[in-house]
């Protein structure tokens, strides 16, 4: 089985209608439908609708970069997996490491949120990843299988299965500093190592993105490696130019 790639722009909150409107047309225009990839956008939550008009049948996917793990209610502020699904959601991230250093999302509750996505139809995409300093203690996979761990003991590896993975070094998000390809690779064959001793067939099928600090200079490199089956990117996927760059990395 050959896994899809799939190139990921996480917008983060950026943008407004008009910006939008700008950055969906440019890449709707320069989109290769010959290209294999699966493309998805994740727009800031009230511009979902908007986005979901735009792709139209271009086939881009639309996600959200967050949800509530609760499934209605007094929780004033919150959007639930529902309401994106109503509105058209597709993907969700979950436990991006912004989430979870500015908001104090600890792996639980990214795990309840995980559930609650595939719940309404949604497909999670779990962000993991280590600070620098874990990764110079030596303890990245430690981070990493802890933060995977979360979801499969809570839920089991068949519901870990239905999302997709994003590696996120922390020290590489936003920064410019990029794992190497190497130093990718190492970590995406460690997690499905790691996935293969719960079951082989879902090691083998789940997609495992790497995010931090992608770009069209560096893309080729990294979605050539054997366990990096796409991107998760910021920066870069604010440009259209440079997002639609990455995608033809990926083919
Ligand atoms: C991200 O926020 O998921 C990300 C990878 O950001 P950047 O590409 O800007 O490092």
Not at 188 to 210: E, G, N, P, S, V
């Amino acid at each position: 089985m050959v896994r899809t790639k799939l190139i990921a722009g996480n917008w983060k909150m950026n943008g407004d209608s008009r910006s939008i409107k700008q950055l969906m047309d440019g890449i709707k225009e320069q989109l290769d439908p010959a290209w294999q990839s699966e493309v998805l956008v994740c727009a800031p939550a009230v511009y979902l609708p908007l986005v979901v008009d735009f792709v139209g049948i271009s086939g881009i996917k639309v996600g959200a970069q967050n949800l509530s793990q609760q499934a209605q209610g007094a929780f004033t502020g919150e959007i639930s997996a529902a309401m994106l699904s109503d509105v058209g959601g597709q993907y969700v991230l979950v436990g991006h490491s912004e989430r979870r250093s500015l908001y104090g999302e600890n792996s639980k509750l990214v795990a309840e949120k995980f559930n609650a996505a595939l719940t309404k139809g949604l497909i999670p995409v779990l962000c993991v990843g280590e600070t620098l300093e874990e990764r110079e203690a030596g303890t990245t996979m430690t981070v990493v299988k802890g933060q995977i761990d979360a979801v499969i003991e809570q839920y089991g590896i068949e519901t870990l299965g239905q999302g997709v993975i994003a590696y996120e070094p922390v020290w590489a998000i936003g920064t410019g500093k990029t794992a190497s390809p190497e130093q990718a690779q190492a970590v995406h064959a460690d997690i499905r190592a790691h996935l293969a001793q719960f079951d082989a067939q879902i090691a083998h099928k789940t997609r495992i993105l790497y995010g931090g600090s992608m770009n069209p200079t560096n893309a080729e490199q990294l979605l050539a490696q054997p366990d990096i089956d796409g991107g998760l990117i910021g920066g870069a996927s604010l440009k259209a130019e440079q997002f639609i760059a990455i995608c033809k990395a990926a083919g």
